[in-house]
């Protein structure tokens, strides 16, 4: 149980393009959806926490009109990164959380997305 | 500011051998505290968690850990390494009533054969 898939798993796109990432709970519900990126050899840097219905809470630092994060459904978060630039590269990954009580503590994380912007 | 340290970005040990991770964490009230492995160009996935109750915890491939208080520490162990556990390992913390979940920089285990 509590997976979590990304699509696409890469992506290629030319500079000035938005690309969108899709997060799916496949066999849960997340209230709670979680957006990373990580640098080659590094840490996790948390983007942006969102909610079913609501808009998303953005790090300090993170562009939100340029890390758009949509989370229409209880199994369905997407971040479309428009007007990409090569320094966007990166591995996003993203993580859900079930609202239900007792399943509240741990987020599942999906496989991740390799974007590379030429 | 809650801050999670993890001693040694490398880690190298023999087929075999003993594995411990360390992790400390920087909290006056005990947080939720997990371990997870990232394969190479993989997500992560959770390896063990300490919410309450026992302070040894038991998780997946044999790994397990103790919450020690008076230490501040979540540190990792598995008795005998196997090649298949080479991989990026992340001790993480959750404070209590928060949302987020803040990393450690993570511990890269090789395993020498």
């Known amino acids: 149980g509590a997976v979590v898939s990304q699509h696409p798993s890469w992506v290629i796109c030319k500079s000035g393009t938005s690309v969108k990432i899709e997060c799916r709970s496949l066999d849960f519900q997340a209230t709670t959806m979680f957006w990373y990126r990580q640098f080659p050899k590094q840490s996790l840097m948390l983007m942006a926490t969102?909610?079913?219905?609501?808009?998303?809470?953005?790090e300090q630092g993170v562009e939100k009109d340029k890390f758009l994060i949509n989370h229409a459904s209880l199994t369905l978060s997407t971040l479309t990164v428009t007007s990409a630039h090569p320094e966007d590269s990166s591995f996003y990954i993203c993580?859900?959380?079930?609202?239900?009580?007792?399943?509240?503590?741990?987020?599942?994380f999906g496989p991740g997305t390799r974007l590379t912007v030429l | 500011a809650q801050s999670v340290t993890q001693l040694g970005s490398h880690v190298s040990v023999s087929e075999g051998a003993l594995v411990l991770l360390r992790c400390n964490y920087s909290s006056s009230v005990p947080p939720y505290l997990f371990w997870y492995v990232q394969y190479p160009n993989q997500g992560l996935q959770l390896l063990l968690k300490?919410?309450?109750?026992?302070?040894l915890v038991k998780g997946i491939n044999g790994f397990e850990a103790e919450f020690k208080k008076s230490e501040t520490s979540f540190h990792l162990t598995k008795p005998s390494a196997h090649m298949s556990d080479a991989a990026e390992y992340f001790c993480a913390v959750r404070p209590e009533g928060d949302d987020k979940i803040i990393f450690g920089k993570g511990t890269r285990l090789h395993i020498l054969p």
């Open positions: 993580s859900a959380r079930s609202g239900l009580a007792g399943f509240t503590d741990t987020q599942y």
């Open positions: 300490y919410t309450t109750g026992a302070t």
């Open positions: 969102s909610n079913e219905g609501s808009k998303a809470t953005y």
